[in-house]
């Protein structure tokens, strides 16, 4: 089945520090999303993206949709303890369904 | 909006006995998902409705496993009977995706967490 590798797995950071992870997949979206997960809660969407090559972002956030399709890239720039969390992909798991499977994320530490 | 609802926030029964999970999405929401979230697996979707009616059960793990939605405001997760191996955090999430502002993106509750002693 269909499968979404992120990496890297976790990352501990420097308050200040840029981030950047990304998220593979084994086969071509149309759509990718990006989500947090803050400890205790359910994941937040940040950002979604649309078209190969789009780069969108959201504050500190940009997010690319690989021209593969088959790829995704999250940067956090100047980090803060509040980017504490788990960070997801996503993507529809039939094209043409809203039936989206979630990658295997990356869990974000940052020291202060 | 007061967002995606789910009680109990935290449930701990012990082997065998049946759990029930509840949901309430958002209004308006006609796409209503379940999943499990685990350290092994990770988030898993077990089913997802459209419109009250069940769309994909696949993800289902068992016959132990069922999931209702009597209404487009309440949705149920029933585990009978329940083992130590279900313990995992159960989502809910809602969506409409025509709604432009939704982007797309699924709107998740706070979660269940449950563990089976």
């Known amino acids: 089945g269909q499968q979404l590798n992120q990496s890297p797995q976790s990352m501990f950071i420097q308050e200040g520090e840029d981030v950047s992870m990304n998220c593979t997949s084994s086969s071509i979206f149309n759509t990718w999303l990006w989500y947090k997960q803050d400890p205790g809660e359910g994941p937040v969407l940040l950002i979604a993206?649309?078209?190969?090559?789009e780069l969108t972002s959201n504050g500190r956030l940009t997010a690319q949709f690989g021209i593969t399709r088959k790829d995704s890239f999250l940067n956090i720039s100047a980090s803060i303890p509040s980017d504490v969390g788990i960070y997801f992909c996503?993507?529809?798991?039939?094209?043409?369904?809203?039936?989206?499977?979630f990658g295997t994320g990356t869990r974000l530490k940052v020291l202060a | 909006d007061a967002g995606v609802i789910q009680s109990p926030r935290h449930e701990v029964t012990e082997m065998g006995q049946e759990v029930t999970l509840r949901c309430k999405p958002i209004?308006?929401?006609?796409?209503l998902f379940w999943y499990r979230q685990t350290m092994m697996r990770g988030l898993e979707l077990l089913i997802y409705?459209?419109?009250?009616?069940?769309?994909?059960d696949s993800g289902m793990p068992e016959d132990r496993f069922s999931a209702k939605m009597p209404n487009a405001s309440f949705s149920t997760l029933k585990i009978q009977p329940s083992e130590p191996r279900d313990s995992a955090v159960y989502f809910c999430a809602s969506n409409d995706p025509r709604r432009i502002e939704n982007n797309y993106g699924y709107t998740f509750g706070s979660g269940t967490r449950l563990t089976v002693v």
């Open positions: 996503a993507g529809p798991g039939n094209s043409g369904t809203y039936k989206y499977i």
């Open positions: 409705f459209n419109n009250n009616v069940p769309i994909d």
């Open positions: 993206l649309y078209k190969a090559g």
């Open positions: 209004s308006g929401h006609d796409y």
